[in-house]
Structures are given as structure tokens and as C-alpha cells.
């Protein structure tokens, strides 16, 4: 069974902090994704990383994929209020029909 | 372009009833999913429609059906309703070859009572 952890579940910051949430699993996955949703709508798709090490960047937001493509991690420089959201990582499943997700981490930054 | 649309935004129903949700994909999509987000939870994979036929089903029930019409809208039928089938229920559309790149909806909120 292919399944994602996300740590840590709840994250509440300051404006201007620093912060990493973490998407593990003992399986390989040919790519994750990201996903910010905010409260009563659904998830927009931050970013996909496909090959192993790979790191992009998107504003003050850094996606790393782990060597062995099970592991990413999900880095925010300088949070602002707007940051605030539940951020949910993804993989496809064995089958490619579906995608897997974590169980997500609520962040709040506040001012 | 028009984005992934559903229909109701909310709903109420009580225990044992029926419901019908609504999608209607992104233009260009032939491929609708549907999942199951859990208060404080991440979203779970229902079904996945492609070609009007059941391309591949999560560990849901048979109570919860759905069809793809020509258009590639969608719909998700839900039977005997029980308390916990409250939740966001999402749908998402993309094409059958990169499921990785899906695009979801707003959702219905559905409560049980």
C-alpha cells in the first residue's frame, strides 16, 4: 500500500519566519506534487517534481525531491499571512489512476 | 478556458437518502476523478471516469456510483446515506495519460444528519 506521512500536521508562525514541511514514504513514486487549499475550496497545484534531487523554486517556496524519489520537502522563506493554508503533498498510484495524498499540514501565519 | 465546476456548493441530507453531485470538467479534460476529503483530512480517491466507463475505483463502497457523459461532465451518485459520508466531496479532471496534472474543482460540502 502506497502511503504519504506529512509532518507536521499543524504549523502556526510569525510573519517572516522560515519553515519546511516534510512528505515521506517507503515507496517510490515516479513524481509528487503540491497542493494549497484554502478553507471551502479545492487544491491548486503548486508544483511537480519528477527527477530525484530535483529542487524548484517558486517565489519564496523551494520543492526538493528526495535521491530515491520517496521523500520531498516543501520549504517557505519569509511567510507571510497569505501563506496561510493546508498544503497537501501527492503521488500518482502503482496504476496511474489516482493520485495519493498526505494527510496535509495546516499552517498560520500570523501578523 | 473555463476551470473544473460543481454543483450544489453545499447540502443537507439525512440518513438513508440519496444524493447526486455534480462536475462539469475543464475544457479539453477527458478524465474526471472524485474524491473524498474528510474534515482535517487529505482528499481520498473514489473513481476516475474516462470514455464514459470506470477507469479505476478506491476502497469506496459500491453505494457510491458515478457516470462520465459525452460532454466529459460527470456526475457522482451516493446511496443510503450514512453520518460519516459527510465531507468535501471534489472532483477533478485532467487527461487519462497525466493524472499527475489534475485540476480540482471547489467542491460540494455534503452533511449527513
Known amino acids: 500500500t502506497q502511503l504519504l506521512e506529512q509532518s507536521p500536521q499543524f504549523l502556526s508562525i510569525q510573519e517572516g519566519e522560515n519553515l519546511t514541511v516534510y512528505c515521506n514514504s517507503s515507496?517510490?513514486?515516479?513524481?509528487l506534487q503540491w497542493y494549497r487549499q484554502e478553507p471551502g475550496e479545492g487544491p491548486v497545484l503548486l508544483v511537480t517534481v519528477v527527477t530525484g534531487g530535483e529542487v524548484k523554486k517558486l517565489k519564496r517556496l523551494t520543492f526538493q525531491f528526495g535521491d530515491a524519489r520517496k521523500d520531498s520537502s516543501l520549504h517557505i522563506t519569509a511567510a507571510q499571512p497569505g501563506d496561510t493554508g493546508l498544503y497537501l503533498c501527492?503521488?500518482?498510484?502503482?496504476?496511474?489512476?489516482?493520485?495519493?495524498f498526505g494527510k496535509g499540514t495546516t499552517l498560520s501565519v500570523s501578523s | 478556458e473555463t476551470g473544473v465546476t460543481q454543483s450544489p456548493t453545499h447540502l443537507i441530507k439525512t440518513r438513508g437518502q440519496q444524493v447526486t453531485l455534480r462536475c462539469s470538467s475543464q475544457?479539453?479534460?477527458?478524465?474526471v476523478s472524485w474524491y473524498q476529503q474528510a474534515l482535517g483530512q487529505g482528499p481520498q480517491f473514489i473513481f476516475q471516469?474516462?470514455?464514459?466507463?470506470?477507469?479505476g475505483r478506491g476502497n469506496f463502497p459500491p453505494r457510491f456510483s458515478g457516470l462520465q457523459f459525452p460532454n466529459y461532465s460527470s456526475e457522482l451518485n451516493v446511496n443510503a446515506l450514512e453520518l460519516d459520508d459527510s465531507a468535501l466531496y471534489l472532483c477533478?479532471?485532467?487527461?487519462?495519460?497525466?493524472?499527475?496534472?489534475?485540476?480540482f474543482g471547489p467542491g460540494t460540502r455534503l452533511l449527513v444528519l
Open positions: 475544457s479539453g479534460h477527458n478524465t
Open positions: 515507496s517510490v513514486f515516479s513524481s
Open positions: 501527492a503521488g500518482a498510484n502503482q496504476a496511474g489512476t489516482a493520485l495519493i
Open positions: 477533478a479532471s485532467s487527461l487519462v495519460q497525466t493524472v499527475e496534472t489534475q485540476y
Open positions: 471516469y474516462y470514455r464514459e466507463e470506470e477507469n
